[in-house]
């Protein structure tokens, strides 16, 4: 794609993570310092459970040019099995996004420990080369015009990785 995209275009990517693995991954790979792209904006849930599959919906409708899901392995979720629902309300719902029009390549789903910094660092580099390889996410504006809302002016300002806090959100369960 969009060779014309490729050097000066920065992907948003909207990480819902859950609290007690992959978002202590995440701040694992921050505080060892790990080369990350600085382009992911993370939201904070109690459990991959609580993601509804809406939240993806609102955050192409807002701007976001892919999403990663992310939560703790199977097995290891601290509310015992809120991943396994995950898990199959994902498999379900992978079918009514693509007949929303929404390209599965800009979704990624993975699970992170708390212990895998280097996990964390790997799938966000990894999906933001994805989706700087796919471009702009105007497909999707283009269905949903009105819906569109400016992403947040930090991120107009991108910073280095390494220089800045992954800024977080938390939900309430
Ligand atoms: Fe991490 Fe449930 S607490 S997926």
Known sequence: ???????????????????????????????????????????RLPCTGRIDPLFIVKAFERGA???????????DCHYTSGNYHARRRFAVFHDIMQFLGVDPRRMTFSWVSASEGAKWKDVVNETV?????????????????????????????LTPAGDQEPAAKEVAS
């Not at 969009?2 to 993570?17: G, K, L, M």
């Open 129 to 157: 080369a994805n989706i700087r390889e796919l471009g702009p996410y105007e497909a999707y504006r283009a269905l949903a015009p009105d819906a569109v809302e400016p992403w947040p002016e930090a991120v107009d300002g």
């Open 65 to 75: 040019d892919g999403v990663i899901v992310s939560g703790c392995h199977p097995a």
């Open 1 to 43: 794609m969009n060779s014309q995209h490729s050097d000066t275009f920065e992907p948003r990517i909207t990480a819902f993570v859950c609290n007690w693995c992959t978002y202590t991954g995440a701040d694992l790979a921050g505080t060892s310092r790990l080369h990350m792209a600085s382009n992911v904006r993370i939201i």
